[in-house]
């Protein structure tokens, strides 16, 4: 069952992405000027999904990460037009064997591991021919909830135990061999539609990389990938779960089940699905998912909008998985990272920068590092960000400008050495945007880095701070290095939410100056820098290590 927009999820999960539930919400358009124009009709609401996550064990950081990339969209699709609406969607997956085999264990009932029941699913599908009654046998991974073909099984040996069993290949979970009669959706049917709509440009499922990887399986002579799907399990072997209508001796399949989540998260088709029937939130601007459930985001869940009829999602980002200093994550490894600890004690907003700019490469894994963590801590987000706000907010630089304005005024003579800096910041926001379009977010977070390096670099050159600078070279380095750290804290609101609005304020920016529209050098308005006595990103004490006795 879904819970959209945050509810029920963990609190770690909500701290990350605090404040999304705001997005639905146009902001106040008070200042605007009054017209007489007919409204115009509003922008279609940007929607985000993320992946329903299993509750049947603690959220980690694959979670965190397919949240944060749907929040960081989000928020930006809201800064570029405030004006608009934004739906982020999230939830938890509390339906299937998974969750039933948990509560067993527990010694509890399904409902009280979960606390839920769900809607009665409408197959409308079976009213268009899409499903019929079948045999089947095959292996089945209960942790994936997925039947796996014959080429896609391979025997393994446990390395502790030697025991021998079959496991997926995609992903190393065990598998178990199952005959059942089921119901079928008639997947083979929309082989060559849902080809042409990953082959089309753009590409809708990125990175391109994981799409030419798909159609290249999905093509190959052998491939069972487009067979058609059970969607049923016998109730005598799952009885926790949505039974089939007018057959209880059936249960859906909960990947179906979880899949038209996402239509009923959007209004479809019971009360209040007004603003789907007009379109305004339907369909996805951008699904988020691991790259380990691209099968049931590009294949299952296209098919079944095709069968009723309804437009597929505009962008599928898949996004790798995380190591952990190099070594795939395993609790018998002791690996396994825990990104909560680390958010208590670098913060939620370093934690979200963290890990969108070593994850936000979606075309590949990404390593969890505590001592990169630290560095990045230290050398880009106190060493970068937060020396450059020291040194263009300290008072006694800010008295040697002639006049206050000059800290917010584009200086007219301008010098050789201000030429990269101020080409970096001019196309700042475009190279920004063309990065997240494009879905290379670490790329955009980069661009930022590297006009605040740029920008440092320049303040040292100029050195404003002697008492032999020239007046020009005072204007020159406030100004710029102001304006860099204006233009990062706008742009990077999306990411460190918080923090953004903590520099934006020390720097004296307006409230009502920080969207996209005013992302241009020079264009900032009237401020007056006021730092207080907090640092932006303070020392952080790193806890003694734990030495064994």
């Excluded at 106040?28 to 124009?37: I, L, M, Q």
């Excluded at 849902?194 to 809708?204: A, G, I, N």
């Excluded at 230290?378 to 006694?396: C, I, P, S």
Aim: hydrophobic letters at 40%; one cysteine or more; charged letters at 25%.
């Amino acid at each position: 069952m879904l819970r959209a927009l945050s509810a029920r999820l963990p609190p770690e999960l909500v701290a990350l992405t605090r404040s999304h539930l705001a997005f639905s919400r146009p902001l106040s358009t008070s200042a605007a000027p009054a017209s007489t124009a007919p409204a115009a009709q509003p922008a279609k609401t940007f929607y985000a999904t993320t992946p329903i996550f299993y509750v049947n064990a603690d959220p980690h950081i694959g979670h965190l990460h397919s949240t944060l990339l749907a929040d960081v969209y989000s928020r930006h699709a809201r800064l570029k037009d405030p004006r608009r609406g934004a739906i982020m969607c999230t939830g938890t997956d509390e339906h299937g064997l998974k969750i039933q085999r948990v509560a067993e264990a527990k010694g509890i009932s399904p409902k009280e591991l979960c606390d839920s029941v769900s809607e009665r699913f409408r197959r409308e599908l079976e009213t268009r021919g899409h499903i019929y009654k079948s045999s089947y046998a095959g292996w089945y991974a209960v942790s994936d909830e997925a039947y796996y073909p014959e080429s896609q099984v391979a025997e393994v040996i446990d390395e502790k135990s030697g025991e021998k069993y079959m496991a997926s290949t995609e992903t190393g979970t065990r598998v178990e061999w199952m005959e059942e009669e089921n119901y079928k959706f008639r997947l083979s049917a929309f082989r060559e539609p849902l080809l042409e709509w990953l082959t089309s440009k753009p590409h809708p499922v990125q990175p391109p990389s994981r799409t030419d990887a798909l159609v290249s399986s999905l093509t190959h002579p052998s491939s069972t990938d487009l067979n058609d799907l059970s969607i049923s399990r016998p109730s005598a072997r799952l009885s926790w779960g949505i039974p089939v209508p007018d057959d209880p001796q059936h249960t859906i399949y909960v990947w179906i089940d979880a899949l038209v989540n996402y239509l009923t998260a959007a209004g479809y088709p019971w009360k209040g699905g007004e603003a789907f029937e007009r379109g305004q939130v339907w369909p996805p601007d951008l699904q988020v998912v691991g790259k380990d459930i691209i099968r049931f985001h590009a294949l299952y869940l296209p098919a079944v909008l095709l069968a009723l009829d309804l437009p597929l999602p505009k962008h599928l980002l898949t996004h790798g998985h995380w190591t952990m200093d190099k070594f795939k994550m395993s609790k018998s490894r002791g690996n396994v990272a825990n990104p909560f600890e680390a958010m208590k004690l670098w913060g939620v907003d370093a934690m979200r920068m963290y890990l969108m700019r070593i994850g936000g490469n979606s075309a590949s894994d990404a390593d969890y590092s505590a001592t990169e963590i630290e560095r990045f801590y230290r050398k880009d987000l106190a060493g970068q960000m937060g020396n450059l706000l020291n040194r263009v907010t300290t008072k006694k630089l800010l008295k040697k400008l002639e006049t206050p304005e000059l800290l917010w005024t584009l200086p007219t003579q301008l010098e050789k050495e201000d030429e990269t800096l101020i080409k970096l910041l001019e196309l700042l926001p475009t190279t920004f945007d063309r990065h997240l379009a494009s879905f290379e977010v670490h790329r955009a977070i980069a661009a930022v880095f590297d006009a605040l390096a740029e920008s440092n670099r320049h303040v040292q050159l100029l050195s404003p701070w002697l008492a032999s600078a020239s007046p020009s070279s005072v204007h020159r380095a406030l100004f710029f290095g102001s304006e860099t750290l204006r233009l990062a804290g706008t742009l990077l609101q999306p990411f460190m939410p918080g923090k953004s609005a903590q520099l934006l304020d020390m720097l004296g920016v307006d409230p009502a100056r920080r969207t996209w529209r005013d992302c241009e050098v020079g264009k900032g308005g009237e401020r007056v820098p006021r730092p207080g006595k907090a640092h932006l990103w303070p020392a952080v004490a790193m806890p003694e290590p734990v030495v064994a006795p």
